[in-house]
Each structure stands twice: as structure tokens, then as C-alpha cells.
């Protein structure tokens, strides 16, 4: 398990520094230049420019500047912003808000999709798994962003049940409303998974067994349908909660919280490459961290599996 | 059918059972009027091509068929004279594994991967008698013992996937026993297995069946195995039994005209433990039966009477039964 472990994380560096360069990459081709942006286009001394690139190193060779950043990364520097601030601190004071969301999302959708999923699984080809299917087509057929926006204009706008936008009423209540939008948004991927895991682990062989037991249905169902059923729908869960930060970031901006989906914007919009690259790289540490944490519970749901 | 004694009080007792599966074709007549009847202690053997509704038939007397799309259209299955067709769910279920169990073909996916196989025994006891689960873990471990999976205290705890295919296989063998059932199904139990383990499993299965004077059924395509193993034999052709009667007399002197043609090919010694042989031709499409004997497009006897009517299961000699016309023919040439 601890060499397994270890091997893990060092299998993580490859994919983390495969990452990192492509997201520095793209940065580094980002149109505008970061000086003019930074100054509102107006144009400034020809030194002060010659000045600002150097300090930040833009005018070295782009293999230069990226293995740099990556030595830094690996140091817990993620390097500092226009004003001189370390992006680390940046990223790091937003985190909390950004997390609070995506976590509460996650809860929820998990709740949704596993109760859409589990009933229609059960309710095979009855009306309640058509009606499920048609509530999952939907979600998956909108734009999340349409989703976002219809919520927020019709309960925080018309019937005002909660702030259409920031986070003054704290959580939950500031949550809530963009939170329910990212679950039902995902919770219909998971309901889909979780229903076709179901209908699959109900035709197997050993619940004919467990039938042939004289089990009640309730326990075949609790007892030896469920748990088989989970085991394709935890990785997709584990991944998925890593997958919600990535979607935090496009609802925080339609709601104005203060997370790092709007730092990101900003950064994208200041040409603030620095910024966005960290933002880029911690998400897929994140990312790859949690796909550590599956593999590693996986072997509790599925002793197959186990190391 | 047998002895007058002996058939006033037969363990179990199939009256024209009849199952239909609806397919996206159309109906198709899986099962068109199977009579059966075994007695206590005895082991009967089924053969039966494939598709001659063998796992049909054990699925239905289990209670496990899935309706839809199957559905029993007809007869009776009396197990001790319990019409089980007609008993409400709940006593179904206490009947299941404590009355009549049933051994499946592939114990890996017979066997809940999840679970530890001590578990998934002990589960019968609980469910059952009401045992704690420590009472539960005990029985369970005597059962592992009682079909000698070896060191069975230390391996209680393991998953399916941890054991050899024989292994597996006397797992499902425990569980099926776990309750003393009175009737024990087994469809094909050692088609899965190498041919060593294979007779391992069978010694196991009629040592168990003559200990606890259980009846048995025994689902084989090796006619080698019904012959060593079983009592009576009844083939199976097209959703009817088409010939019965003690094995030894059935196979050495069959008295249908597919009955011949399985045991004709396997009588010498070399070709032991062979599958049934190929008939030339193929059996009629149960979605379309023929009016007539459904053997009839394979049947070198076929006349007239053969295409417009059915032949009845009718006693030929004691305790024999056949379902064709021409059977005095037929033992005539054997
Ligand atoms: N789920 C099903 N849907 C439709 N038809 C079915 C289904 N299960 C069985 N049948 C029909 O019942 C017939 C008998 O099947 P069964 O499984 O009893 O055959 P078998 O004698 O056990 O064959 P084998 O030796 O291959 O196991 C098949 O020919 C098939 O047409
Ligand atoms: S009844 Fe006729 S067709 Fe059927 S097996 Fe006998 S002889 Fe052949
Ligand atoms: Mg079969």
C-alpha cells in the first residue's frame, strides 16, 4: 500500500509537469501584451517597459521562462503578480470560497443524481425512470450557463429568495442557489451512470443466487444489488468533485463569487499569466491528488481491486 | 409411474408445466408440458440438447424465472404436494434454500464478489433461523468443512476471487446445502471446471445428496455423468419430456428415436465423458412448433401419425415412459 502509494506520486510528476507546460503554453500565446493591458494601452516610457520585462523575465527564451516557473512550483513558489504579491497567497486566500461552493455542490449532486439514478434503475421502464430520463437529457442537452442564468434572473431576481449575486449572506445561504445549478447540472451525468450500473449489476448472475436464497427483495437490493452498482459510480464521484472546482470557476462568475473562478477571469483579462498558470497548475494537482484518493478507497468498495 | 407406494408420495411431482417467453419474433413455447416426478433420496439426471428448456425448467421450479418476459402458463409443481406456482411470495421465499436449492453453473458469477464467502453462507442462516452473526460465522465455517474446503476457519473471510474454480464451486455447494434442503437442483455444476476438479465436485454432490437422503436433479449434457451419478434419467427434446425411466434401462435400451441417437454414440468406453453427440438436423423453432411429434423432422421413423399428432408420455414397461409412436420399433432395434 505505501509502496504503491509512493509510486503513485511519483508517477504524478510526469503528468504534472505534461500539464503545466501546456497550460504555460497557452499562456505564453495569449494575444495582447501583459504591459499595456497593465497600463490601460496608454503608452509608457520606452525604459520603464525595458524595465517591467526584465524584472519578469519576458523577453528570456519561453523553455527558459517555463523551467524557471516549474523549479519555483516545485519550491511552493508560484511566482508574484504585477503588484507584487506571490500568486501563491492570492490563490490560497480565494481557495476557501471556491472549495465551500464546489463541496456543496458535490453533496448535492450527489444526493440528486443518486436517488434520480437508483429509481430509475429500480423503476426500469416504468414512467418514474422515463421521467428521470427525460429530466437527465435536459440537463445534459442546456448550456450550464443558460442553467445559471435562468436561475439567477428567476429566484434571486423575480421572486428574490435569496441574493442573485455575491456572498453577503454567507454560507449557506449565498451558496446555495449557484450551488444547486453546478448539481443539477452534473447530478444528471450521475444519475445516468448510477442507473446503468444498476439495471446491469440487476441482471447478474448472483442476484438470481441471492433470489434462490429466499432473500426479501429489500435485503437483495440493499444487501447485493446497491454496493456492485457503486462501484463504476465512486471514480466518477471522486474525479467529479475535482471536476467541480473546474466548473466553480464558470459560476462564480455569472454569481460574483469571490473564488478563484473570478481571480481567473481577471487574470485572463489583465494578461496575468503568472496567475492564471498557477490557478491552472494547483487545479490539476487537485485533480490528480483525488485520483490518487479514489484508487486508494477503491479497494474498500471492491476487494477485487484491493492492494 | 414407479411402485404404487413409492408414487402416492413422491418428493416432487411436475403436472404439465407449461412456460412461454414473449420474444420481439413472437411467442416462444419453452416449455410445452413437461410431466416429472422424483422421489426422496433419489438423484435424477436431465439431458437435453441446448435449448430443449432444461434451465428452464430448474429456473422454474426455483422461482427464479424473469416475468416478463417469461410467464407459466399452465401445471403444477409439487414439492412434498406444495403447489409451489401457487404459494404466495413470502412462503417462496422461506421455501428457497431451506425446502429446495439449486447449484449454479458458474460459481464466479454465481457469487456475490463484494462479499466474503462466509458471509454470503452465513447470510442463509440469518435470514432463515435467525442466527446472530457470530452463530452465523460458526455455521458457516462447519459448512465450508462439511464440503472440505481446506482450513475452512482461516478462509471464511475471503472473497470469491480468492479461490480456485473447485473451491468456488464447493462454496455454492455449501450454500446450497447450508438449510438441508430436501431438494437439491444442480444445472451442469462442472461445465465450468477442468475435468479433474469435475469429478471431485460430482463425488461431492452424491455424497451429499445420499447422506441427507436428498433428492437431486441433476442438468448434464455428459451422458457418462448421468449414468454413474443418477437413478432415473429424463431427455428432454423441444419443452417435453420425451423419455423416462431408470437410467441404466433408458440408456442401454432407449425407446425414442433421440434417446438412441444420444446413447447409440456414447456406448463405447473411449468416448466417456464426451458431450452429447450431434443429431443431424436442427430442433424445431419454438416460436413455431410443429403440430406434430417435434422430433419428427429429424426422425428416421416418421410417418403419417408422427406429423398430425402429438405423441403422449405413455408407460411402454415399468416405470418407463416414452412419447413416441413407433417405441416398440425403436427397442426392437436396440
Ligand atoms: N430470457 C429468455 N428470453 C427468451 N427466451 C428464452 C429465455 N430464456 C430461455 N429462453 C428460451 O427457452 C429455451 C430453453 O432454454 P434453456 O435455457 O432452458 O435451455 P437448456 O436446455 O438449459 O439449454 P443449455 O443446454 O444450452 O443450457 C431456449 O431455446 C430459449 O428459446
Ligand atoms: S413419434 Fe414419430 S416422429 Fe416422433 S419420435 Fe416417434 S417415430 Fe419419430
Ligand atoms: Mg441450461
Redesign the pocket.
Known amino acids: 500500500m505505501l509502496g504503491y502509494t509512493v509510486r503513485r506520486i511519483l508517477q504524478m510528476i510526469p503528468v504534472l509537469l505534461g500539464a503545466t507546460f501546456i497550460i504555460y503554453a497557452l499562456t505564453f500565446l495569449m494575444p495582447g501584451d501583459p504591459i499595456s493591458a497593465l497600463t490601460g494601452e496608454r503608452p509608457l516610457p520606452e525604459a520603464t517597459v525595458m524595465q517591467i520585462r526584465q524584472a519578469y523575465h519576458l523577453d528570456d527564451p519561453f523553455f527558459v521562462q517555463y523551467g524557471n516557473y516549474i523549479l519555483g512550483v516545485f519550491r511552493g513558489d508560484f511566482g508574484i503578480d504585477f503588484f507584487g504579491r506571490p500568486v501563491l497567497d492570492l490563490i490560497l486566500e480565494r481557495l476557501p470560497v471556491t472549495f465551500a461552493l464546489a463541496l456543496t455542490a458535490w453533496v448535492l449532486k450527489l444526493f440528486i443524481g443518486l436517488v434520480i439514478g437508483v429509481y430509475g434503475g429500480l423503476r426500469r421502464g416504468q414512467s418514474g425512470d422515463h421521467f428521470a430520463l427525460v429530466f437527465t437529457v435536459l440537463f445534459m442537452g442546456v448550456p450550464g450557463f443558460v442553467i445559471a442564468l435562468g436561475a439567477q434572473t428567476y429566484f434571486g431576481v423575480h421572486l428574490g429568495w435569496v441574493d442573485p449575486a455575491g456572498i453577503r449572506a454567507g454560507w449557506p445561504m449565498a451558496f446555495i442557489l449557484p450551488a444547486l445549478v453546478m448539481a443539477f447540472e452534473a447530478a444528471a451525468g450521475l444519475a445516468r451512470l448510477t442507473r446503468t450500473s444498476l439495471v446491469e449489476v440487476l441482471r447478474a448472475e448472483y442476484l438470481r443466487t441471492a433470489k434462490a436464497k429466499g432473500l426479501s427483495p429489500r435485503r437483495i437490493i440493499w444487501g447485493h444489488a446497491l454496493r456492485n452498482a457503486m462501484i463504476p459510480v465512486v471514480t466518477y464521484l471522486g474525479l467529479s468533485l475535482a471536476g467541480m472546482l473546474g466548473g466553480a470557476v464558470i459560476i462564480e462568475a455569472i454569481f460574483n463569487i469571490p473564488g478563484i473562478g473570478g481571480l481567473m477571469v481577471s487574470s485572463i483579462n489583465n494578461k496575468e499569466g503568472t496567475i492564471v498558470v498557477g490557478i491552472a497548475t494547483l487545479l490539476v494537482l487537485v485533480y490528480l491528488v483525488f485520483n490518487l484518493l479514489v484508487d486508494l478507497t477503491y479497494g474498500l468498495i471492491d476487494p477485487r481491486v484491493r492492494i | 409411474m414407479s411402485t404404487a407406494h413409492e408414487a402416492a408420495n413422491p418428493l416432487l411431482e411436475i403436472k404439465d408445466l407449461r412456460?412461454e417467453?414473449?420474444?420481439r419474433q413472437g411467442v416462444?413455447t419453452?416449455?410445452n408440458g413437461v410431466d416429472l416426478s422424483l422421489q426422496r433420496g433419489r438423484a435424477l439426471g436431465i439431458l437435453?440438447?441446448?435449448?430443449?428448456?432444461?434451465?428452464?425448467?430448474?429456473?422454474t421450479i426455483m422461482g427464479l424465472l424473469?416475468t416478463p418476459?417469461?410467464k407459466v402458463t399452465g401445471g403444477q409443481i409439487l414439492l412434498d404436494g406444495e403447489d409451489l406456482l401457487a404459494v404466495t411470495p413470502k412462503r417462496r421465499r422461506e421455501l428457497n434454500s431451506a425446502s429446495v436449492a439449486m447449484v449454479f453453473?458458474d460459481a464466479l458469477s454465481a457469487l456475490n464478489p463484494v462479499h466474503p464467502v462466509g458471509r454470503q453462507i452465513g447470510e442463509l442462516y440469518r435470514v432463515h433461523r435467525g442466527y446472530s452473526p457470530a452463530e452465523a460465522k460458526k455455521a458457516a465455517i462447519q459448512m465450508m468443512d462439511r464440503v472440505r474446503i481446506p482450513v475452512a476457519a482461516s478462509r471464511v473471510n475471503d472473497y470469491p476471487h480468492q479461490f480456485s474454480g473447485g473451491m468456488r464451486q464447493r462454496i455454492v455447494i455449501a450454500m446450497a446445502l447450508a438449510l438441508d434442503p430436501q431438494l437439491l437442483i444442480a444445472?451442469?455444476p462442472t461445465t465450468a471446471l477442468d475435468v479433474t476438479v469435475q469429478a471431485q465436485i460430482l463425488e461431492l454432490l452424491t455424497e451429499q445428496q445420499v447422506e441427507n437422503n436428498m433428492g437431486l436433479i441433476l442438468?448434464t449434457?455428459d451422458i457418462s455423468v448421468v449414468r454413474e451419478v443418477t437413478d432415473q434419467v429424463a431427455v428432454?427434446y423441444a419443452?417435453r419430456i420425451v423419455e423416462n425411466g431408470p437410467t441404466a434401462q433408458v440408456l442401454s435400451e432407449p425407446a425414442h428415436p433421440y434417446t438412441r441417437g444420444l446413447a447409440s454414440s456414447v456406448a463405447s468406453e473411449e468416448l466417456k465423458g464426451q458431450l452429447l453427440p450431434a443429431i443431424p438436423g436442427s430442433?424445431p423453432d419454438?416460436l413455431n412448433l410443429p403440430a406434430g411429434c417435434a422430433f419428427a423432422g429429424r426422425c428416421h421413423l416418421a410417418n403419417q401419425q408422427c406429423a398430425t399428432e402429438v405423441p403422449e408420455l405413455d408407460e411402454i414397461a415399468a416405470q418407463r415412459h416414452t412419447a413416441c409412436f413407433n417405441s416398440q420399433e425403436v427397442l426392437a432395434h436396440a
Open positions: 412456460v417467453f414473449a420474444t416462444a419453452a416449455i437435453g440438447e441446448s435449448g430443449s428448456g432444461k434451465s428452464v425448467t430448474a429456473r424473469d418476459p417469461a453453473q444445472d451442469e442438468i449434457h428432454m419443452g430442433p419454438l
